[in-house]
T-cell receptor, first 112, second 115 residues
Framework: GNSVTQMEGPVTLSEEAFLTINCTYT??????LFWYVQYPGEGLQLLLK?????DKGSNKGFEATYRKETTSFHLEKGSVQVSDSAVYFC???????????FGQGTRLTINP | DTAVSQTPKYLVTQMGNDKSIKCEQN?????MYWYKQDSKKFLKIMFS???????INETVPNRFSPKSPDKAHLNLHINSLELGDSAVYFC??????????????FGPGTRLLVL
């Protein structure tokens, strides 16, 4: 089946630290990959996406590269801010299936 | 401008009651979804409608009945509420173009608490 596995949280970092949140997937077919972010008390917002192998999605200083050979889509940011504190979800969609499959979410806390 | 909106934002009710959650999108999308987020933040799809037709029903109890009066609305009615229904329910929408699904956009969520 199709599934997404994210690194276990919670993750706590200091401001300006380097961030990596690991995400790997299992898919039948060629998925599109997404990172969504959920700020406290809010809904999900699309952070970035990649639709084919070797694509790099980027937004707000975050980046993730679609790696077909390692079935991964790790999220990175060079210097995190307190305002980046949120829950981050990796997700995939198989074209034709029309449903997002989410990872379990990783809670990120950035301390000043 | 609100893209995907849900009402109510919070819903507290007693076990056994019937309640509805409404969702509207003004993005011109043709596909709408309901997801459930449990207390551990895990998100799972419940239903998907394309052009008012049900296309995904992920083994959700039949106490849950989605209704899509038009492409811009997908409402969720829940009968005989149970404690385990307490969760955050998210509506989402997307466009399907040439058989390819585009990005899903989410509403702010409805926090349901069953007492």
């Amino acid at each position: 089946g199709n599934s997404v596995t994210q690194m276990e949280g919670p993750v706590t970092l200091s401001e300006e630290a380097f961030l990596t949140i690991n995400c790997t997937y299992t898919a039948t077919g060629y998925p599109s990959l997404f990172w969504y972010v959920q700020y406290p008390g809010e809904g999900l917002q699309l952070l970035l996406k990649a639709t084919k192998a070797d694509d790099k999605g980027s937004n707000k200083g975050f980046e993730a590269t679609y790696r077909k050979e390692t079935t991964s889509f790790h999220l990175e940011k060079g210097s995190v801010q307190v305002s980046d504190s949120a829950v981050y979800f990796c997700a995939l969609v198989i074209q034709g299936a029309q449903k997002l499959v989410f990872g379990q979410g990783t809670r990120l806390t950035i301390n000043p | 401008d609100t893209a995907v909106s849900q009402t109510p934002k919070y819903l507290v009710t007693q076990m056994g009651n019937d309640k509805s959650i409404k969702c509207e999108q003004n993005l011109g999308h043709d596909t709408m979804y309901w997801y459930k987020q449990d207390s551990k933040k895990f998100l799972k799809i419940m239903f998907s409608y394309n052009n008012k037709e049900l296309i995904i029903n992920e083994t959700v109890p039949n106490r849950f009945s989605p209704k899509s009066p038009d492409k811009a609305h997908l409402n969720l009615h829940i009968n005989s509420l149970e404690l385990g229904d307490s969760a955050v329910y998210f509506c989402a929408s997307s466009r399907v173009a040439g058989g390819r699904q585009e990005t899903q956009y989410f509403g702010p969520g409805t926090r349901l608490l069953v007492l």
